[in-house]
């Protein structure tokens, strides 16, 4: 069991940066492989960005290839996505989430997370 919870999110204008942060406590954080996801209104939730046990590995969409980079600080339990030349639609609520692995691999990066945050907000205007 691993309880999240992010802080960062806020307004931003179009081509400047946000950091977002992922806190979590409970079981150690080294074991589990680390993603961010987003929701904006009206649409389904999207993967974001997804980074291995030890941040040897990432993995990112397309759409936010070059802008945003996930990164983790296993001693402080913390994960972080760092996000430049942000668009307004990078509008969107973005949660982190957290799933066991037994590898350091980065492996399906994308789907099987079973714990999640309680998310934070993140508006660009233009």
């Known amino acids: 069991q691993v309880q999240l919870v992010e802080s960062g999110g806020g307004l931003a204008q179009a081509g400047g940066s946000l950091r977002l942060s992922c806190a979590a406590s409970g079981r150690p954080f080294s074991t589990y492989v680390m993603s961010w996801f987003r929701q904006a209104p009206g649409k389904e939730r999207e993967f974001v960005a997804a980074i291995s046990r030890t941040g040897s590995s990432t993995y990112s969409v397309d759409s936010v290839k070059g802008r945003f980079t996930i990164s983790r600080d296993n001693p402080k339990n913390t994960v972080y996505l760092q996000m430049n030349s942000l668009k307004p639609e990078d509008t969107a609520v973005y949660y982190c989430?957290?799933?066991?692995?037994?590898?350091?691999?980065?492996?399906?990066?994308?789907?099987?997370?079973?714990?999640w945050g309680q998310g934070t907000q993140v508006t660009v205007s233009s």
């Open positions: 989430a957290a799933k066991v692995a037994t590898t350091t691999l980065l492996l399906t990066p994308t789907r099987g997370y079973v714990y």
